[in-house]
């Protein structure tokens, strides 16, 4: 019966309608997904909203958690405005995501390139600091998913024969039938609970070689918050790019 307060414009599972978000107004499509676990907001790149509804969840309460979250909202078109790593070239101010935050990239006198934690000494000056960084970045990536993958692997009992970390241009993870395990290095760019997320996701492909239910559900035990982590990806897919 609420649901008629908000005048939809079909009477479908998904509906949208519109939000103002400051002084623009955004399309807000609500999504039913029997496995979410809560209610989620996320800002699609192309300026949509979309709220998903969890199990037993309301039209209703999905738009009230719409508008309790318009101030987040605001600030992803803010983010979205100035995406760091929409920038095909990286220079000394450019932002770069590491470790699930952004952090600028800066070089000293000496020629040493900083961002985050990170310090890397370089030897000749380049117009384009990004095939230095990424390497660097790929790098650090080997040495650390691997020893995560088994780590978790062990927690839940699942064999790997191998890890490899590669540079796919569109898949963060893959898992093969004969039980290797192989990872995107820009992982090292989410923060540590998406990349749990993509290691567990192929880890759950060792139990499920598919994406059924069935598969879904093993998600679900092995990385109860993996919609969250889907929605980041989701937010961040330029990375990929
Ligand atoms: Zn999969």
Redesign the pocket.
């Known amino acids: 019966m609420l649901e008629r307060l908000f005048n939809f414009k079909s009477p479908s599972e998904s509906r949208t309608e519109t939000l103002m978000v400051g002084a623009r107004a955004v399309p807000l499509l609500m999504v039913r997904h029997p496995r979410a676990r809560r209610y989620l907001l996320r800002l699609r790149p192309d300026g949509k909203a979309r709220v998903t509804i969890p199990h037993g969840g309301t039209i209703a309460a999905a738009k009230e958690f719409a508008l309790r979250n318009v101030g987040w909202l605001e600030q992803q078109f803010q983010r979205l405005a100035t995406r760091p790593t929409s920038s095909r070239v990286w220079n000394p101010g450019s932002e770069i995501y590491f470790r699930g935050g952004q952090v600028r990239i800066e070089m000293d006198a000496a020629g040493t390139i900083c961002f985050g934690t990170e310090r890397i000494a370089t030897v000749n000056v380049v117009a384009d600091l990004r095939p230095v960084i990424e390497k660097y970045l790929r790098c650090l990536a080997s040495q650390e998913l691997p020893p995560r993958v088994m780590e978790l692997a062990m927690q839940h009992g699942i064999s790997v024969t191998r890890v490899t970390v590669r540079n796919q241009k569109s898949r963060w993870g893959?898992?093969s039938r004969r039980g290797t395990i192989s990872l995107n290095w820009r992982l090292i760019q989410s923060p540590a609970s998406v990349r749990d997320y993509i290691i567990l996701?192929?880890l759950?492909?060792r139990r499920q070689m598919n994406?059924s239910d069935k598969?879904w559900q093993e998600v679900a035990r092995l990385c109860p918050d993996y919609l969250e982590a889907e929605r980041w990806l989701k937010q961040h897919v330029q990375l990929l790019r």
């Open positions: 893959s898992c996701h192929e759950g492909h994406h598969f």
